[in-house]
């Protein structure tokens, strides 16, 4: 069903803030006519590629919004000016932009410098603290209160979020681009703290623009049809996410919960609308089957440990019936790391490695091509089948609980749910036997189970390295 796709809200979206600041502009004009000298410069289409013969007007638009002349209205205008004028650019152009304010409007060194010495030299506690203070002052960058102008225009924080989403595609290729970005992390981190946001459980009745988002934003288990959107949030299945409030249609993060009478262990089952749903009230475990961050321009902003245990806490107090909470989770990085793993001749678990290579082996007539083999369809051959399955299942369970360092798993999905506090419950051969699923886990998933009374010992655990909080069944999986 994914006509409605990220891309395809972000150039909505995109479209909306021309039009909203194009009106901010205009106010600004009105006023103008009365003080000249209010705007400075009108707004003036850029080449979108931002050649140099345009770049100097760009730090002309750049400065003039830090220079903050003729008061309140003229800076939204400006910044609106600019927010526009960047708007107007392709990718070219932006990478562009990004350079000019990574290397124009850092940090003044020199004045950084003479605070730093004259905090080292101050006599007495009062002098201190004002060294410190101008000290701070100094490394507060030209660039980061250009990017706070924003915030006062209509929707700003989304275009601040949606810009950093653009330059982190830019990161990689021009790392002088990263102190850039380092500063938009920090501002984003600060707006929006989880004390900032409120969590809201989103039903049928909501706006049609979150439930369009909701489609478009499900990175986890796509949905297929409205019809199918409906089902995941009728009585017996729930959907919360946090929400801004600044952007109060946008759902920042949201995960979906089915209310069920056991761990789910395979997510066709779950996810069928023809299968009978379990009453409300006789439900015993909710199933955390996907969880989706929405906005790609908040990578390291961490509210999905808060609204998992928000939900757990909510759904305690609301119905005395839950006493199991649990996920039913995706393995990513599996297939990735068992091709990887079997080029390794230390491999601990090396008498697994053998077995499926060997039936990789039988299969190819001799070639014992693991990436190939994984390629065919072996899980609907029942010889591959039951050759893989027991050492597969193992050196799943291996995978899930190895870590490249104490307290940080292989895999990401691992590594978010144990820091929380969670503990691995069950491997569940086959099941998610979507393309997707095969291709990343060879239709594995796994249940990571929260304890309400476990969670913050299973967290200090879990992060000291002491151990990787785990049930009996995974424990025993490992010593065989």
């Known amino acids: 069903m994914k006509n409605l796709t990220p891309s395809i809200l972000l150039d909505r979206t995109m479209d909306n803030l021309r039009d909203a600041w194009s009106g901010v502009s205009t106010q600004a004009g009105k006023i103008s006519r009365r003080l000249p000298a209010l705007l400075g410069r009108p707004f003036r289409k850029l080449d979108p590629s931002l050649p140099p013969s345009a770049a100097g007007d760009m730090r002309d638009r750049i400065r003039d919004c830090l220079d903050g002349v003729g008061g309140a209205v003229s800076a939204r205008a400006r910044a609106a000016d600019l927010g526009r004028a960047y708007l107007e650019l392709n990718s070219d152009g932006r990478q562009k932009f990004f350079s000019i304010l990574a290397s124009d409007f850092g940090p003044h060194r020199d004045r950084v410098l003479e605070m730093a010495d004259r905090l080292k030299q101050a006599d007495g506690p009062d002098a201190a603290l004002e060294a ?3 000290l701070r002052e100094a490394l507060l960058s030209p660039r ?19 810009m950093r989403a653009d330059l982190l595609s830019h990161t990689k290729d021009d790392p002088s681009l990263k102190n850039l970005d380092r500063d938009f992390g920090r501002l984003l981190r600060s707006w929006f703290d989880v004390g900032f ?4 459980r989103v ?9 369009e988002k909701l489609i478009a934003y499900e990175a986890v288990h796509e949905i297929e049809s409205w019809d199918d959107l409906k089902d995941r949030l009728a009585q017996s299945r729930r959907c919360y996410a946090f929400f801004h409030p600044r952007i109060p249609e946008e759902p920042l993060i949201f995960v979906e919960v089915a209310l069920v009478g056991e761990i789910a262990r ?6 069928d609308r023809s299968a009978p749903r379990v009453p409300t009230g006789d439900a015993t475990t909710a199933i955390f089957y996907s969880i989706s961050n929405t906005q790609e321009g908040l990578l390291g902003v961490s509210f999905g440990d808060f609204l998992i245990k928000q939900v757990v806490e909510d759904l305690s107090q609301e119905m005395d019936n839950l006493k199991v909470f649990s996920t039913l ?3 990513p990085g599996f297939r990735r790391w068992l091709e990887k793993e079997a080029q390794n001749p230390d491999q601990p678990r090396a008498a697994d490695f053998e077995a499926v290579l060997s039936a990789a082996a039988d299969q190819s007539s001799g070639t014992c091509d693991l990436a190939g083999f994984l390629d065919t369809d072996w899980h609907a051959d029942s010889k591959s089948h039951d050759q893989v399955r027991e050492p597969l299942t193992r050196l799943c369970a291996h995978y899930l609980s190895s870590t490249q360092s104490p307290g940080r798993s292989l895999d990401p999905v691992s590594r978010f749910h144990l820091t929380n506090g969670a503990r691995i419950e ?12 095969l291709a990343q886990s060879l239709g594995f998933m796994v249940n990571y189970r929260y304890v309400p009374d476990e969670i913050e010992e299973n ?3 879990y992060r000291s390295g002491e151990q990787v909080p785990m049930s009996n069944e995974v424990k025993n999986l490992l010593k065989m």
């Open 266 to 271: 395979n997510v066709q089952v779950l996810l």
């Open 426 to 437: 069950h491997v569940n051969w086959m099941g998610d036997t979507s393309s997707k699923g």
């Open 459 to 461: 967290h200090e655990l």
């Open 132 to 134: 410190e203070h101008q």
């Open 197 to 200: 946001l409120k969590m809201e």
């Open 329 to 331: 989770s995706p393995i």
């Open 203 to 211: 039903t049928w009745d909501a706006p049609a623009a979150i439930l």
């Open 144 to 162: 980061e209160r250009l990017l706070t102008k924003f915030n006062s225009l209509p929707s700003g924080v989304k275009f601040l979020i949606d």
